[in-house]
């Protein structure tokens, strides 16, 4: 490791220290930035957005425009990641990364807003056209479930070259709050070049997959989507 890695690699006993984390993911040694770090419990009760988007932010403001990472281990036994707001995925040569797609539950918090947030998770700042700002971001080993609230589980909104794998997606409930909002488990809009693999993605009465650029125009169309080895089932919908 260089002196810099090493040293990002060091885990400190203050958990509130901004720090990088040596992990170990698919065999290999990596450099990340592991949210439990900044606060995360997982148990099912706190507010963890805060401790997701400070360890995102870190991230990209240490990355130097080399690859960031992101790590999500699996919360507590039978109990799930709580977000109060949406979590904001933004900056090129992303990799966030959990620990499985069954155990790594994320879900919301009794204090998420679904009038102003549309989806748990959104990869893309949702602004600028589509293909620019956020690019090169891999999103994988989640379980993110939106049940409770009238939201997609995760959204892509202005991106260009992203992959999501091994995700188990599950959007809220159509109508739940009385928004009438279309909800997806994916919800894709304006970005170029995605491809999602082995993901498992489901609705409430909403849609499973949703592309949807309306509203959008000139360039700002979804292009080159691909899915493989995807179940998508109780799609209302579609």
Not at 171 to 200: I, M, P, W
Not at 226 to 234: A, G, M, Q, V
Request: with cysteine; aromatic share 8%; glycine share 14%.
């Amino acid at each position: 490791l260089s002196a810099g890695a090493e040293q990002a690699s060091a885990v400190h006993a203050d958990r509130r220290r901004p720090l990088g984390v040596l992990m170990e993911v698919d065999g290999a040694r990596q450099v990340g930035y592991n949210v439990r770090a900044y606060g995360a419990a997982g148990d099912g009760s706190n507010d963890d957005h805060p401790a997701f988007q400070k360890a995102h932010d870190q991230a990209l403001a240490a990355s130097g425009g080399t690859k960031a990472r992101i790590f999500v281990p699996e919360p507590d036994p039978q109990q799930s990641y709580l977000l109060g707001e949406r979590w904001l995925i933004t900056g090129s040569s992303f990799e966030v990364v959990g620990s499985g797609k069954y155990n790594c539950r994320i879900s919301n918090h009794p204090d998420f807003d679904d009038s102003t947030y549309e989806a748990l998770i959104q990869i893309g700042d949702g602004g600028g056209g589509a293909g620019s700002g956020t690019s090169s971001v891999v999103f994988r080993r989640f379980n993110v479930d939106g049940r409770g609230r009238e939201v997609s589980a995760l959204k892509m909104f202005y991106w260009y070259s992203a992959n999501v794998e091994n995700c188990t997606l599950r959007a809220g409930t159509y109508n739940d709050s009385g928004l009438g909002r279309e909800t997806a488990g994916l919800h894709v809009r304006a970005g170029k070049n995605l491809f999602v693999r082995e993901c498992q993605i489901a609705s409430s009465g909403g849609h499973g997959l949703l592309v949807d650029d309306r509203g959008d125009t000139g360039n700002n169309f979804s292009d080159n989507l691909k899915l493989r080895e995807c179940l998508i089932t109780e799609n209302v919908g579609n």
